[in-house]
C-alpha cells in the first residue's frame, strides 16, 4: 500500500501470488520494510484493483497497522538518538 496526500485512502500498489509475493516479501524484507503478516486482511485486499483506494471497509484494520507502524517507528527514532 502506498498512501499520498492528495489520496482519499491508502491506495493497494503491488500484489502477487506465490512466487511473485515471495520475491516481494524478500525485497521489502531487504530493504528494512515491514512486512505485515494477516491473511484475512491479505484475502481482502488482494480483491481490490491494482491503484485503487481500500475501501471503507478496510479502514479500521489499515489504520491499525498504521498506528502501529508509526508507534514502533516513534521507538526505533528514539532509541538511535
Known amino acids: ?3 499520498r496526500a492528495e ?3 491508502p491506495r493497494v500498489v503491488a500484489r502477487g ?3 511473485t509475493a515471495e520475491a516481494m516479501i524478500s ?3 531487504e530493504s528494512g520494510v515491514y512486512v ?8 481482502l485486499l488482494m480483491q481490490v484493483d491494482l ?7 478496510l479502514y ?16 526505533i527514532g ?3 538518538e
Open 51 to 57: 491503484d485503487s483506494e481500500i475501501p471503507p471497509e
Open 27 to 29: 525485497l521489502a524484507r
Open 36 to 43: 505485515h503478516q494477516s491473511p484475512e486482511l491479505v484475502n
Open 60 to 75: 479500521q484494520a489499515v489504520a491499525e497497522i498504521l498506528a502501529w507502524l508509526y508507534s514502533m517507528d516513534q521507538k
Open 1 to 3: 500500500m502506498a498512501y
Open 17 to 19: 501470488r506465490g512466487v
Open 7 to 9: 489520496d482519499g485512502a
Open 78 to 80: 528514539s532509541s538511535q
